[in-house]
């Protein structure tokens, strides 16, 4: 059980090390999220070239899109430098107020006037330059406050009145808000996520599975009660029964997948993109990439997330491993949350699952979800340098 890892005794054995001495932080995780963000900075430019040049919003500019994600990815660098910088025993005096913030935020939003709409969604803060996404801010405070509330109650997580009651409350009132901007995909994402951190932390199988059961009803009952998700649903299980209605999105995601074939038509030769498929720099990158660079492309970019999820539940155990409890389960946590949104994504590129407004984290557009992407990914190689150094410490 990894419950009892992460809060297992006698963490020191086996933590010496001999030979060269260990680099100061994790190089193949950094390296991995700067492909990641690199590949997603070309393709946005290639998958939105279209989109910008017939834009009224954009000056009829073809590189609008690229010059937004580009200020947006020097301020998601600034700010996962400055995170890196901080020790995360900060970070975990400062996860309640986080979320608390978010909650106010996720509150501000739905306010008519404060809140911005668009398609019939409130789910932005308009910043002046820039619009804010409140929900996605929320999706890494969640994992920092689940995991500071199962350190701080480990004692009772196994109790459901003292342990898991208090945490599930708060999180009804976030689905709550979530539901009412509407961001059904957000809402699925943290409620994975933080029921992800507490099972990890040692919550009871029992809890677990009866938590379970109450998502996959909630989640019956939300698409029986909105015509618009059951038209979802619907148009996955059979696109091309009316490919220019509600199947058309995932119908010319499916076209450029097979128009990629292997490696591809050739960067910047995507066809869908030209109005055909919808939001091709935002939810369906990967089926540009797919057209684009072909399954060659579509396989690295797998690899490479999947090296990321890897990564950060290795320096989970190293930390779980030295007893560090609160670190171990952010770093597993921000596993579970990049894993399942990029699982969420690509599955929905790929026609397996239903269309949903998830974006592919590190690469699509979207200035809220790249700061705090990047933010997650500066946490992954803090908690890794600070196991560095506790390691030297007891090898010295």
Known sequence: MIGSLVFGRGGSRNLRTAGAPAPEYDRSLAWSALLLVSLGLVMVYSSSIATAEAGRYSGNNPAYFLLRHGMFLAIALGAATAVFLVPVRFWQKAAPWLFAACVVLLVLVLIPGIGREVNGARRWLNLGVANMQPSELMKLAVVLYAADYTVRKHAVLKNFRRGLL???????????????????????????TAFGVLFLGGMSGRHFSALLGMLA???????????????R?????????????????LSH???????GEWLGVGLGASVEKLHYLPEAHTDFLLAVIAEELGLAGVMAVIALFVWIVLRAFLIGRQAALRERHFPALVAQGIGVWIGF???????????????KGLTLPLMSFGGSGLVVNCVAIAFLIRIDWENRQLARGLNA
Do not use: C
């Open 217 to 231: 009803a909630g989640f019956v009952l939300l698409v029986l009660s909105s015509p618009y998700r059951m038209q």
């Open 233 to 249: 649903i619907l148009g996955f299980m059979d696109p091309w029964s009316d490919a220019f209605g509600k199947g058309y999105q």
């Open 253 to 259: 995601a499916l076209i450029a997948f097979g128009r």
């Open 166 to 192: 208090p945490l599930l409350a708060v999180m009804l009132v976030v689905a709550w808000l979530l539901l009412r901007e509407p961001d059904f995909g957000a809402f699925v994402v943290v409620a994975v």
């Open 341 to 355: 949104q990029a699982l969420i994504n690509m599955g929905v590129n790929m026609g397996l699952l239903p269309t």
